[in-house]
């Protein structure tokens, strides 16, 4: 005859399980948004990085004129950039890059 699981075991296995669960759908998700090993988190990366750079070249003209030169005249040259020089360049400019288009966006309403 099997054991009955008496509500103080029930109480402690729970919470346990949900835990194992939530930690596999994380690492699973982290997988899946960030890529398994490292080549194909340098894919993934580079994805999202690209994503961001095209959208900031589709929208330029919504930056201030004198924040638009901050930008390589195509987009194409920007992107064969080595992804680490893409990424330096993204993180460095980004803050510029949301104050120029608040800014704009401002002075637009004027």
Request: proline share 6%.
């Given at each position: 005859?099997?054991?009955?699981?008496?509500?103080?075991?029930?109480?402690?296995?729970?919470?346990?399980?949900l835990?194992?669960?939530?930690?596999?759908?994380?690492?699973?998700?982290?997988?899946?948004?960030?890529?398994?090993?490292?080549?194909?988190?340098?894919?993934?990366?580079?994805?999202?990085?690209?994503?961001?750079?095209?959208?900031?070249?589709?929208?330029?003209?919504?930056?201030?004129?004198?924040?638009?030169?901050l930008?390589?005249?195509?987009?194409?040259?920007?992107?064969?950039?080595?992804?680490?020089?893409?990424?330096?360049?993204?993180?460095?400019?980004?803050?510029?890059?949301?104050?120029?288009?608040?800014?704009?966006?401002?002075?637009?309403?004027?």
């Open positions: 005859e099997k054991p009955k699981t008496t509500g103080t075991q029930w109480a402690k296995k729970i919470p346990l399980h835990w194992d669960q939530w930690d596999k759908l994380w690492n699973s998700r982290n997988e899946s948004v960030h890529g398994k090993y490292p080549e194909s988190r340098r894919a993934k990366l580079k994805q999202r990085l690209l994503a961001e750079l095209k959208d900031l070249y589709d929208n330029q003209e919504n930056l201030l004129p004198s924040d638009q030169n930008l390589l005249p195509l987009y194409e040259a920007h992107a064969n950039k080595n992804v680490t020089l893409i990424s330096t360049r993204l993180s460095f400019y980004r803050p510029v890059f949301r104050l120029s288009r608040d800014q704009a966006h401002k002075q637009s309403l004027c």
